[in-house]
């Protein structure tokens, strides 16, 4: 019996992907670096609807022609030999889906080079980690739109639903607006891990509270408007136990990365478009690993960790209305950058579209994502301009300004928090001091500068 879709690469989401397939009742076929995995996959859940090639041979022949194939191997290299090999061997008309976190710029190239071949290829973001690759995922694929025709009704059988029940999969563009929108999603989610945790710093380092304490807390603030799957999973880890010891007790205080963050903030750097909370918690992560450095300074330099005068009960309320404009400007940086690109790579990408598919499956869905989408769909050219965000905005901004202040003088560092506080207020300025700077490059380089009363641009006669 043929398989309707073939997949390589058996690591923590391949293997949950295959499963989500079969259980929606598509037969797989499976290849691996390591064909060993193959057969301990098969063993485990079964011949009826997995089916363990041989060899790469015996793997594309069991497939249904026109062949699909799904890769869910590290991006780089790995994935680049891969699709070489897929490029030498399939056929005409057959289509190649590329589950992994690429580049979005390899995932374009990926897809020319096969297209030589008449191949046509799909770059797919997944966002939802093991669980929703099995469960049910938000999907951002980019391509070509005969790939996207393909593998649609595939995707729609596999993905999460958003809040209106439609599935969370559609076409974000071509070339690789795929991976791009993906790209922007994970920097989203560094701002966002970001800023809780720089909640649960106040709360841990300053007013000493325990971890169950500080998880009874965020499980309040789900139950509001900042309902969302980080703060959700944030009160599992921080009532996680190990040997009687919270499990947060024992892991380092460096973080780890991936680099889709740093892509995002490269991304933007070229772009001209300011990300200060995205490319602030990537910069807190890389601070984070200078583990030596910060222990020597910490000894230079001690801070005294003084509670704050203000009741824990009083700052708590702060803290959640803090974390409410933070995530707006957030997601209103990650809004921008998607629309600069648009208009650089005309991607045909739409916008308001990639926020719907964020609303199920992915790490970053939360109940704001409904307004969010609904302002988008208008007339709005900012989210901080949208008639819901001026609300929250209004009735929260002192809040924010509060905990920032706070933090500043009880030595509380803060990427996320003061990030987009300073976003929001560049961008609520009709006036910046920008005259300034340009005053002063027209000094000592001669760059010139525009005038208010005149068109054109000027240079001054410096002494």
């Not at 951002?140 to 009704?153: D, L, T």
């Not at 971890?211 to 900042?226: K, P, Q, R, T």
């Not at 509060?402 to 300073?422: K, R």
Request: charged share 25%.
């Amino acid at each position: 019996m043929s398989s309707q879709v073939g997949l390589i690469g058996l690591g923590t989401m391949g293997s949950a992907l295959a499963r989500n397939l079969a259980s929606r009742g598509f037969r797989v076929s499976l290849w691996n670096r390591t064909h060993k995995k193959v057969g301990e996959f098969v063993k485990k859940y079964g011949s009826e609807t997995f089916y363990g090639a041989v060899n790469f041979e015996d793997f594309l022949e069991s497939l249904e022609r026109p062949r699909h194939v799904i890769v869910m191997i590290p991006s780089g290299k790995p994935t680049e030999e891969v699709l070489e090999q897929l490029r030498e061997t399939l056929h005409e008309g057959d289509t190649v889906m590329d589950g992994g976190n690429s580049h979005f710029k390899d995932s374009d190239a990926y897809g020319k080079k096969l297209l030589e071949k008449g191949i046509y290829f799909l770059g797919t973001g997944i966002s939802g980690g093991e669980e929703g690759a099995l469960k049910g995922p938000s999907l951002m694929p980019g391509g070509s739109r005969e790939a996207w025709e393909e593998f649609e009704p595939l995707l729609n059988a596999i993905s999460a639903e958003d809040f209106n029940g439609k599935a969370c999969n559609a076409f974000m563009g071509t070339n690789g607006a795929g991976h791009f929108v993906k790209m922007v999603h994970n920097g989203i989610e560094y701002a966002e891990i970001q800023m809780l945790a720089e909640a649960y710093d106040f709360l841990k380092t300053l007013y000493r509270l325990e971890h169950d304490e500080i998880a009874d807390i965020f499980s309040a603030w789900n139950e509001g408007s900042l309902n969302s799957f980080l703060l959700e999973i944030s009160i599992e880890v921080l009532r996680r136990k190990e040997e009687g010891r919270p499990l947060l007790d024992l892991i380092s205080d460096a973080a780890g990365q991936k680099g889709t963050g740093r892509w995002t903030s490269e991304e933007a750097l070229a772009l001209g478009v300011p990300l200060p909370s995205i490319t602030g918690a990537v910069f807190a992560r890389e601070t984070s690993s200078l583990k030596t450095l910060r222990s020597e300074l910490a000894a230079l330099y001690p801070v005294r960790m003084e509670v704050p005068n203000i009741l824990v009960s009083e700052f708590v309320e702060h803290l959640e209305k803090a974390l409410v404009v933070t995530r707006l400007s957030n997601f209103e940086q990650g809004i921008s950058l998607l629309k600069a690109a648009e208009e650089h790579y005309h991607f045909g990408l739409r916008v308001p579209e990639a926020l719907r598919l964020w609303q199920g499956g992915c790490i970053i869905r939360n109940s704001l994502l409904r307004d969010m989408h609904a302002s988008l769909l208008g007339e709005n050219r900012s989210l901080y301009g949208a008639l819901f965000a001026q609300k929250m905005i209004q009735k929260n901004l002192k809040s924010l300004q509060l905990v920032v202040s706070t933090g500043v003088l009880h030595s509380i560092p803060l990427f996320a928090f003061s990030g987009a506080l300073s976003h929001f207020d560049a961008f609520r300025h009709a006036h910046l001091p920008a005259n300034f700077i340009q005053g002063l490059r027209d000094r000592f380089g001669a760059h010139g500068y525009e005038r208010t009363d005149k068109e054109g641009t000027f240079h001054t006669d410096w002494p």
